[in-house]
């Protein structure tokens, strides 16, 4: 409760108590203690975990491009059958918990697609992007299982999300439609709802605030260009009245929640950006273009003045969370 303290009432307590210099910093360190060393150690192995995982994964690949014409088929698959065995085994006889064992994890989900995508290469299976990812998709779903943990259910969405957008393209042969949108939509938005919902079952200290913000990001991203693409349509069909329904819905309910139930500022500001966005599409669509200046010069106005408006709503709802703590 010390550390919400606004500045203005620390200043103050220090003038009240008529604290020396010295004092007053090791009043600011009782109320601000320092993160110990162990915690910042921590920090460190976990990002040097994920920077040296990523550069791993990035080497295997190159590694393959590069020799690719000097290396016989059987070398490449059995390389990188290997190393996923071996990830996999080290995996099974690793520490339950640790980081390490859900780096081999994404290791391991990693050379699924490689293997995937060499196995491809070598017998010219014919397979487009599309059955890679897919493939992809559903092989490294039973070590996303196995792992359960964020970063792993987030490469899993990724894979997902990309398998989604090829196959509209691939095989539906277009480049947007009203539905994909709406799909992604929901999946990114069920995805965020299942990870709140274990994160209160668990009653524990939240380990991955990014999560919701980031799906929450993909799931505005689908329902903001999703109605934008229907708005702008020539041709109107009902996937289109779903499409922007369902915007409306997600805007509406992720407000109410986090507003109220969940406290996530990133996604209440993603709910008003979205929404502002919605507004403004709408205002363009209906907009007569042959008396352009007008409408355009207040159309900006507003677009400034609602912006603003929410900058300072945001900071308010902050504010009242912020008393909501220090009395509860």
Known sequence: MMKDLEKGEIYEAIQILDLGKDQA?????????????KEWVRFASISFLGLGLALFSSGI????????????RFSKLGLISCSLAVAVGVYLLGKSE?????????????LVGVLLAVYGQIYQTGANAVDLFLGWTFLSLGFVIAGNSPPLWFLWILLSNITVELYQKQVLFRDESPYSYSFALLFNAAAVFLYERENRKNDSKE?????????????????????IFSIFRDVKEEGDLLMVCLSLATL?????????????LGILALSLLSAITLVFS???RVFDWNDFALPFLFGGIALTTVTAWSARHLMQIRNEWKKGERVG
Not at 207 to 227: D, E, K, R
């Open 25 to 37: 910093r090791k009043f600011l360190i009782s109320l601000f203690p320092q993160r110990e060393l």
């Open 98 to 110: 640790s980081y390490s064992r859900q780096a081999l994890l994404i290791l391991a989900s990693v």
């Open 252 to 264: 509406s309910i992720g407000y109410f929640v986090y507003r109220y139930k969940i406290r996530r």
């Open 282 to 284: 709408v205002f363009v």
């Open 207 to 227: 380990i991955a605030g990014w999560f919701p913000n980031t799906v929450g990001f993909l799931t505005y991203y689908f329902a903001t260009f999703g109605s």
């Open 61 to 72: 690949v190159f590694f393959f491009a590069y020799n690719w014409a000097g290396m016989h």
